[in-house]
């Protein structure tokens, strides 16, 4: 059973450049939600994604939207890159009836230059 | 909005002292969920405290939820370099689904 899977590992894009970043949640969750984490700070929770719909939003501007696809894996994406953007993404996912533990993957390093 | 506190934020201990770590909220709570970081890691989770006063204990590790659900505490008791990382409180709010992260206290173990 593979739990929460992310893609790319690393990467690195220039100041105005998109990025997408995709995630695989755990087998049998059907929840996704991104986080932001910068160095040396906590995870910052970008949004959640549910039945397909975002359903919560943190503070975060527009130029970060997702998707989340009829097989609950879900996309990432950054337009319009800023040098504050880099950071590691955290995506995690969860069942929602349950509303316990979220598992996190191993993220995506992002580094905008 | 909510505001969750961690305290302190970093923390260095010679192995074998203990530790505790303690994490404070502006509003009531549902529930608090606290996790572990290792360094170059992500987070994983740990325990999960829902009733006011819960107590929990794992091995080595004891959680407590405050009476008035706003606070709770993560106790090391004996601490070896496993340890080493960094615990974060993530409290959820009543009817939220989504998790906010409190800044975390780093733990730093010394041999």
């Known amino acids: 059973d593979a739990g929460v899977t992310q893609s790319p590992t690393h990467l690195i894009k220039t100041r105005g450049q998109q990025v997408t970043l995709r995630c695989s949640p755990k087998?049998?969750?059907?929840?996704v939600s991104w986080y932001q984490q910068a160095l040396g700070q906590g995870p910052q929770f970008i949004f959640q994604?549910?039945?397909?719909?975002?359903?919560q939003r943190g503070n975060f501007p527009d130029r970060f939207s997702g998707h989340q696809f009829p097989n609950y894996s879900s996309e990432l994406n950054v337009n319009a890159l800023l040098l504050g953007d880099s950071a590691l993404y955290l995506c995690?996912?969860?069942?929602?009836?349950?509303?316990?533990?979220?598992?996190f993957g191993q993220g995506t390093r992002l580094t905008v230059v | 909005g909510q505001q969750v506190m961690q305290i302190p934020q970093y923390q260095h201990v010679q192995e074998g002292e203990d530790f505790t770590t303690y994490c404070n909220s502006s509003t009531t709570l549902s529930n608090i969920q606290w996790y572990k970081q290792r360094p170059g890691g992500h987070p994983v989770f740990l325990i999960q405290l829902v009733k006011s006063g819960e107590v929990k204990k794992q091995k080595r590790l004891t959680f407590q939820f405050g009476e008035a659900k706003k606070n709770s505490s993560l106790h090391i008791t004996a601490t070896q370099t496993t340890d080493v990382g960094t615990y974060f409180c993530?409290?959820?709010?009543?009817?939220?689904?989504?998790?906010?992260f409190g800044t975390g206290t780093r733990l730093t173990v010394i041999p």
């Open positions: 995690a996912s969860s069942l929602r009836v349950r509303n316990t533990e979220a598992f």
């Open positions: 994604y549910y039945e397909e719909e975002e359903r």
């Open positions: 993530a409290p959820r709010q009543t009817g939220a689904n989504n998790l906010f």
């Open positions: 087998s049998g969750h059907d929840t």
